[in-house]
């Protein structure tokens, strides 16, 4: 079973950049898809970007598309997400999940096993 851990969370002006960082431990990260998930009050929570288990494939909801960058370091078992451009839309409070998979990407967020307990990010305008 894995843990994971958000960090890199805070607050920032609009068009700002922060980068996120899910550390993760107890499993073999190299066999986990990885994603970074947000939920604003009052909405429901969605996927923002996942990333393989190699890291050779990423995808990435449109409204982040060229300011939103995924990668992994699976020798320091942490996931990274670097933000751009950030707009007071992108206010949520950020998760990392993994799941365990041979598929090459996983968006749907019911696969996801192992969940952290999110960083708040906010925007201001």
């Known amino acids: 079973q894995v843990q994971l851990v958000e960090s890199g969370g805070g607050l920032v002006q609009a068009g700002g950049s922060l980068r996120l960082s899910c550390a993760a431990s107890?499993?073999?990260?190299?066999?986990?898809?990885m994603g970074w998930f947000r939920q604003a009050p009052g909405k429901e929570r969605e996927l923002v970007t996942a990333i393989s288990r190699r890291g050779s494939s990423t995808y990435y909801i449109d409204s982040v598309k060229g300011r939103f960058t995924i990668s992994r370091d699976n020798a320091k078992t942490t996931v990274y997400l670097q933000m751009s451009s950030l707009k007071p839309e992108d206010t949520a409070v950020y998760f990392c999940a993994a799941t365990p998979t041979f598929s090459d990407i996983v968006v749907k967020t019911s696969r996801y096993d192992y969940w952290g307990q999110g960083t708040q990010v906010t925007v201001s305008s």
């Open positions: 107890g499993g073999t990260f190299s066999r986990y898809a």
